[in-house]
């Protein structure tokens, strides 16, 4: 039995416990005699393709449609008769409308396969006790993987140890920034986004170590469990082909009724058999519209073509038609609404809220009205800066980071600032660091300039304001600390959606030497008296793309409903959702726990009525696909994750 299929709720189980059931050693991993014996009986890490059609079936399949095999019967009686103009008028229709039907599901087909071969990966993995760079299709269920920032991962694991170790889960759960990992038992009903102590395959590690145990390889992963539903999902009709259909029956019975009712008035008068026969076939073969599958089938490979150029693959010619009836429109937030890239939209420094503009990586923007970059402000925006791990560089037309989103977040906003991390550097080197720790919740830089050191940190506002026993004014000069308006504004910007970091500083008092040991009493006690200054507030949030706010005021005005189906944390989801006009401020928004307490029944209405469902898993977006077109809707589905894969 393979061992993988006997729980899924690997996040609920003790690190011991998971070891014991899967017979692996965490120190040493699985004997290479062993993961021979595990490959041969689970296979290969890789997701199981859906079984293609032949070059031959899908070529057959384009005869398929009932007004095409009228067409063809009719050519075939034509040749018959010998009428071999008509009759090669005919076949000639019906080939071109094969071929163009046949070329286009070929090249989308090849279009798709190479992007699922594209999809390669590495890992380290012990065995034996030593250390093995593999390929991602060796793994198998047992085998401990160590991670490193940059890693992809290869497979799903339960993690059983994690240093700073950070994740991009974006793809997988619609998350748009960092997660931490750890190694801590979970409650058995936590949702998939909310398991830190799991790293699933496909996803991408950008700080930290770690290690973790193969718990699922192949079709029993999350991302092999979203391609199963793919796959077992039927192929649905399209408004055009269902009223196609139907126009060819109805045609079908007219014709037929008009040929017999010809051939019967023509035997009642006398005329011979095989003339009316010929001419009820005559009849039916006039009758037909031949010309109509050929220009449908014309129109829409234009549709397809004009598709491609904007880069989106069709692989059935219907589809385009069905976009254009199109009543809901269901969309995923990261990447699709979003940019899926952290900006900084808002600073608060000595006492003052400033707005900044911009999105995205690029440093273009300005910070409120083309504000003075002094005092706090400017101290704000140099902690942000030093205490990063990024790196922000410019690769041809377009600007990347590596590292943390939130962090290149921070020195895109300091580059608006005019202040660049790699001249900071320079003046102000780093000396030591206190790394990120998801139960410290900061982190902290220690750097000198001119033989005066100074240490900046940034996390969480719960962990730094407390600590801090003075604040900078506008002006950049100490004073008591104010805690109550700081807790306002920090309140305000979380109300809109915002992830908000506290930024902080502690220097050298009195000629004194600022080491590590000073700056790590803040661990100690979080109301200590070490003479840590409060700088300000950072407020980032993946910004909405400007023309995705085009794009669904657009579908409003043609009369088509746009949904925000995301995994994301519901205060986010709301606020992008009103950014860019799919709700109100205040509107109701269902998590996936809500929807998981609803039947069939009761969510009918609700699919309808609410346009918001954050922290939604994948079946659950199926669901809601489904509730909605059994209400007789048009559904497309749309988003950039694995987890918005449909048909």
């Given amino acids: 039995m393979n061992p993988t299929q006997r729980t899924t709720e690997w996040h609920h189980r003790p690190v011991d416990e998971v070891a014991a059931q899967l017979k692996t050693a965490l120190d040493a991993g699985l004997s290479d005699d062993e993961a021979v014996a595990r490959r041969a ?10 079984p293609g059609k032949g070059p031959l079936l899908r070529f057959a399949l384009q005869f398929s449609q009932p007004l095409v095999v009228v067409l063809v019967i009719a050519g075939a009686v034509t040749a018959l008769l010998g009428e071999w103009v008509d009759s090669g008028v005919i076949f000639g229709v019906t080939l071109i409308n094969a071929l163009i039907g046949f070329i286009q599901e070929g090249r989308a087909e090849n279009a798709l396969a190479a992007l699922a071969r594209s999809v390669t990966s590495e890992a380290t993995v012990l065995r034996s006790g030593a250390k093995r760079r593999l390929p991602s299709p060796a793994l198998v269920p047992g085998d401990v993987v160590l991670l490193a920032a940059g890693d992809k991962v290869p497979a799903d694991l339960r993690l059983f140890r994690a240093k700073e170790l950070q994740a991009i889960e974006s793809a997988l759960t619609g998350e748009s920034t960092a997660v931490s990992k750890h190694g801590e038992v979970l409650p058995e009903d936590t949702l998939l986004a909310d398991r830190g102590n799991m790293a699933y395959a496909g996803t991408v590690m950008i ?44 045609l079908l019975i007219v014709i037929g009724l008009l040929a017999l009712f010809t051939f019967a008035i023509g035997l009642w008068r006398g005329e011979s058999v095989f003339e009316m026969f010929m001419a009820a076939v005559a009849l039916a073969v006039g009758a037909i519209p031949e010309g109509l599958p050929a220009a449908m089938t014309i129109t829409l490979a234009i549709g397809v073509s004009r598709m491609a150029k904007r880069r989106a693959i069709i692989r059935k010619l219907p589809a385009v038609e069905t976009l254009g009836s199109t009543t809901v429109i269901c969309s995923d937030k990261t990447g699709t609404l979003t940019e899926n890239q952290m900006s900084v939209c808002a600073l608060y420094a000595g006492g003052v809220r400033y707005p900044v503009s911009g999105s995205g990586y690029a440093p273009s923007g300005k910070i409120g009205e083309n504000a003075p970059v002094i005092g706090a402000l400017r101290e704000c925006l140099l902690a942000g800066a030093l205490c990063n791990d990024a790196a922000l560089h410019k690769v041809g037309k377009h600007w990347e980071i590596t590292g943390d989103p939130t962090e290149g977040a921070l020195l895109v906003a300091a580059r608006k600032g005019g202040l660049d991390e790699n001249t900071l550097l320079k003046l102000f080197p780093r000396r030591d660091e206190i790394p990120f720790d998801s139960t410290r919740q900061y982190m902290g830089t220690l750097h000198e300039i001119e033989g005066v050191r100074i240490a900046y940190f940034k996390g969480a506002i719960e962990q730094l304001l407390p600590r801090s026993t003075s604040m900078l004014d506008a002006a950049g000069k ?43 009493q803040l661990e100690e006690n979080a109301n200590i008296d070490c003479g840590l200054q409060f700088i300000g507030l950072v407020g980032m949030l993946d910004p909405p793309r400007p023309k995705a706010i085009a ?20 205060v986010t989801a709301l606020s992008i959702a009103t950014r860019v006009g799919i709700a109100k401020v205040g509107d109701r928004v269902l998590t996936g726990r809500d929807l998981a307490a609803l039947d069939d029944n009761a969510l009918l209405p609700v699919a309808q009525a609410v346009h918001v469902f954050a922290r939604v898993e994948p079946e659950q977006k199926l669901r809601l696909v489904r509730a909605l077109q059994a209400d007789g809707e048009v559904v497309a589905m749309t988003g950039d994750g694995v987890n918005d894969a449909r048909r």
């Fill in 478 to 520: 100490a004073q008591p600390i104010d805690r109550r308006p700081i807790e306002k504004v920090a309140g305000e910007m979380a109300g809109e959606g915002l992830r908000v970091l506290a930024v902080a500083r502690l220097m050298a008092v009195s000629g004194d030497v600022l080491e590590r040991e000073q700056v790590e």
């Fill in 551 to 570: 794009a669904v005021k657009t579908c409003h005005t043609a009369g088509i409903v746009v949904k925000m189906i995301t995994g994301d944390h519901a």
């Fill in 207 to 250: 700080s930290g170590q770690g290690a973790g145990v193969v718990v699922a390889t192949g079709d029993t992963t999350q991302t092999g469990r979203i391609s199963r539903l793919i796959a077992e999902a039927p192929d649905l009709s399209t408004p055009l082909t269902v009223k196609m259909a139907v126009f060819s029956n109805w």
């Fill in 41 to 50: 009986l689970h296979g290969e890490n890789r997701i199981t393709p859906k």
